[in-house]
C-alpha cells in the first residue's frame, strides 16, 4: 500500500520499474488483453457518444460498398439466367433432301454416340410439315404442293451446354458430314451475353477496387481528425510511458468499428435494394412464362461484405495512423 | 539514480541549451534545479525523459545508459520516472481516478490493483474524496496534486517536476513541496525544477544553479 507510515525509509525494497519487467508471460498476455478488450469497447463508446456524424460516415462507406456488390449481385444472376438458357441449346441440322427416313434415323443414331453429344432429337419431314399446316393457317396452300418441301431435322444437344466454343466445335464438326445440308448454331446472342458478362465482370472489379481505395481514405480521414482531436491526450500517453501499440490500439478500434458499421450498412441496402426489385422482376419472369427469382447475398455473403468492411476499416485506420501518430511527439 | 557526465546539448538552431554540465542526484535525495527562464532547466529534464538526446556527454538514469536505450526502450524508460508539469496536463474529458490510473492502465494492472494503488495515491495527496470529480471542478491546486498522484501511482523510481508551483499562491507552493520532500523520503529521486528561489531557499536540500547553460553552483 502506498501509505508513507507503513514505509520506513524502505532501502532495500526493489525498484518498482524491475518489478514491473519481471512479470512473467502469462501476467503480461493478460494486460495485452485486458487494453485490447478496453480499447475495443472504449472506441466503440466514442463512436456511439456521436451518433449522427458516425450514421453518416457508415452510410458513406455503406453506399461506397453497396454499389460495386449490387453490380456483382446483378452479374450473378444475369449468369443464372445464362445458365438455364444454354440448357436449351441445341444444334439444329437440317438434312439433305435426298435422305429418307430410315437414313436420317440411322444418322441420329451415330450422332448419339459421339463423345461430345448428349443427345439427338429426330424431328421427320412428315411431322414437321403436319405442325406446319396446324400452326400457320396455310393448310390450304400445303396441301396443294406436290411434295414436302420441309427437310428431315436433327436436335443435338452438345455434352458441354455452357460452352458456346464447344457447340461451335461440333457444328463445324456435324456440318463436314455429306447427309448435312446446313447446321445452325443459335449461339450468337449467347455469345454476346457472355461477352457483355466479362466485361460487366471486369467493370465491377475495377469500380470495387477504386470503391474501396475511396473507402480506406475516408476512414484515414476520419481517423486522422480523431488523432487531432486527442493530441494532446496521446503526448501525455506518451511521458508516462505507453508505447506505440498502446497509442494506435484504439485508433485502430475506431477504424474496425467503422468499417464493420459500414460493412453492415452494406449489406442492408444491398437486401433493401434486392426488395425493392423482387417484385417487378417476378412480374417479368412470369411475363415470359419462367421460374426465376433475384438471388441475394444470403447470411455467408452479408457476414462476408461486413468482414470485409472491417479489413478496409483496418487498413485506413493503420494508413492514417501510421501517417500522422508519428507526428505527435510529446513536447 | 540521475547521474549527467559532461552533458552538453545543442540544438539545430546552433543555440547551446546545455554545456558540460556534471551532477548527481542520488537515492532518497531531493535536489531543485534552479535559474532563469532559458537557462537550460526544460533541457535537462527532456534529456531524462529521452524527449531529447544530449549533442556530448552521458546521462546515466536508474543504472541505464540513456544512449543505450533504442526508440522501442523509450516507454519502459519513461515507465521509471513520474513527471508532474507546470500546467499539470491532466485529461480533461475523463474523471480523477481515469487520470491517475493512466499509467497503470498502460503498465497493464488488472482493475483490483489499479483501484487500490490509485486511491493510495489520490490519499497520500488528499484528494480521496474527489476521484469522480472532473478536472475542471478542481482547484490550480487540487488539479496539481491529481497530477503528482498521477506521476507516483506506478511507484517510479525517480519523480521529475517542472515547476510545480508555477501557478499556486505561496502557501499552496509551500504544501506542494513538502509533499515531494516526503517522497524523497520514502526512497524515491525527486528532481525538481523552479525559479521560485525564496521557497526553495527556505527548505533544506540541494540546488543546483544553470546559467546559460552552465552549472554555475550546487550546495
Redesign the interface.
Known amino acids: ?4 507510515t507503513n ?1 520506513p ?3 532495500k ?1 526493489p ?3 524491475a518489478r ?2 519481471r512479470r512473467g508471460v502469462v ?2 498476455y ?3 488483453v ?2 485490447h478488450r ?1 480499447s475495443a469497447a472504449d472506441s466503440l463508446l466514442k463512436i456511439l457518444d456521436h451518433p449522427v456524424s458516425s450514421m453518416l460516415t457508415w452510410l458513406v462507406v455503406g453506399i461506397a460498398m453497396a454499389l460495386p456488390v449490387s453490380l456483382m449481385l446483378t452479374l450473378d444472376n444475369l449468369r443464372g439466367l445464362e445458365g438455364s438458357v444454354a440448357d436449351e441449346a441445341s444444334l439444329s441440322l437440317f438434312l439433305a433432301e435426298s435422305v429418307d427416313t430410315a437414313a436420317a434415323r440411322a444418322l441420329a443414331q451415330t450422332i448419339s454416340e459421339r463423345d461430345d453429344v448428349a443427345g439427338v432429337r429426330y424431328h421427320s419431314r412428315d411431322k414437321a410439315l403436319e405442325e406446319f399446316r396446324e400452326q400457320s393457317g396455310f393448310a390450304d396452300i400445303i396441301d396443294g404442293l406436290g411434295s414436302n418441301p420441309l427437310p428431315h431435322l436433327l436436335l443435338v444437344t452438345p455434352r458441354d451446354r455452357t460452352s458456346v466454343a464447344a457447340s461451335e466445335d461440333l457444328a463445324a464438326a456435324l456440318s463436314g458430314l455429306p447427309a448435312v445440308a446446313e447446321v445452325v448454331v443459335d449461339s450468337a446472342w449467347l455469345r454476346r451475353l457472355q461477352g457483355l458478362l466479362a466485361v460487366g465482370e471486369r467493370i465491377v472489379l475495377t469500380l470495387a477496387l477504386l470503391l474501396s481505395m475511396g473507402v480506406v481514405l475516408i476512414l484515414g480521414n476520419t481517423i486522422r481528425l480523431a488523432i487531432e482531436n486527442r493530441r ?2 496521446i ?10 501499440a ?1 497509442v494506435r490500439r484504439p485508433f485502430l478500434y475506431t477504424g474496425l468499428w467503422y468499417g464493420v458499421g459500414g460493412g453492415v450498412a452494406a449489406a442492408m441496402l444491398t437486401a433493401l435494394g434486392l426488395w425493392s426489385l423482387g417484385g417487378p422482376v417476378s412480374a417479368l419472369a412470369a411475363a415470359y412464362d419462367a421460374e426465376w427469382s433475384l438471388s441475394g447475398l444470403g447470411i455467408v455473403g452479408s457476414c462476408q461484405l461486413v468482414l470485409a468492411g472491417g479489413v478496409l476499416g483496418l487498413v485506413g485506420a493503420w494508413v492514417a495512423v501510421s501517417r500522422h501518430l508519428r507526428a505527435v ?3 | 539514480m540521475i547521474s549527467f557526465e559532461r552533458v552538453s546539448k545543442r540544438y539545430d538552431n546552433g543555440h547551446d541549451a546545455l554545456r558540460e554540465v556534471s551532477f548527481d542526484v542520488n537515492r ?1 535525495e531531493l535536489v531543485f534545479l534552479t535559474g532563469h527562464s532559458g537557462a537550460g532547466k526544460s533541457t535537462l529534464l527532456r534529456l531524462i ?1 529521452l ?1 531529447e538526446q544530449p549533442t556530448r556527454g552521458r546521462v546515466v538514469v ?1 543504472g541505464n545508459d540513456l544512449s543505450r536505450i533504442g526508440r522501442r526502450g523509450v ?7 513520474g ?1 508532474v508539469f507546470q500546467n499539470h ?1 491532466l ?1 480533461f ?1 475523463r474523471p480523477v481516478f481515469d487520470n491517475v490510473a ?2 497503470l ?6 482493475d483490483r490493483e489499479v483501484g ?2 490509485v486511491r ?2 489520490l ?2 495527496v488528499g484528494l480521496l474524496d474527489h476521484e469522480r470529480a472532473m478536472p475542471v471542478t478542481l482547484s490550480g491546486g487540487e488539479q496539481q496534486r491529481v497530477g503528482i498522484a ?1 506521476a ?6 525517480v519523480l521529475l517536476a517542472d515547476e510545480p508551483t508555477g501557478n499556486l499562491d505561496p502557501a499552496l507552493s509551500a504544501e506542494i513541496m513538502q509533499l515531494f520532500a ?1 517522497f524523497a ?3 524515491l529521486t525527486v528532481l525538481i525544477a523552479s525559479h521560485d528561489l525564496s521557497l526553495i531557499s527556505r527548505l533544506r536540500h540541494r540546488i543546483v544553479t544553470l546559467r546559460e547553460g552552465r552549472l554555475v553552483g550546487t550546495h
Open positions: 500500500m502506498w501509505v508513507l514505509v525509509r524502505a532501502k525494497r525498484p518498482e520499474g514491473v519487467a501476467t503480461r493478460r494486460a495485452w485486458r487494453h478496453a494532446e491526450e503526448r501525455v500517453v506518451r511521458l508516462v510511458g505507453g508505447s506505440n498502446f511527439e510529446p513536447a | 532518497d525523459m524527449m536508474n516507454p519502459a524508460h519513461r515507465r521509471g520516472i513527471v496536463r485529461l474529458d493512466l499509467p492502465t498502460i503498465a497493464g494492472y488488472d487500490r494503488r493510495a495515491a490519499d497520500k498521477r507516483v501511482v506506478g511507484r517510479p523510481p516526503d523520503r520514502v526512497g
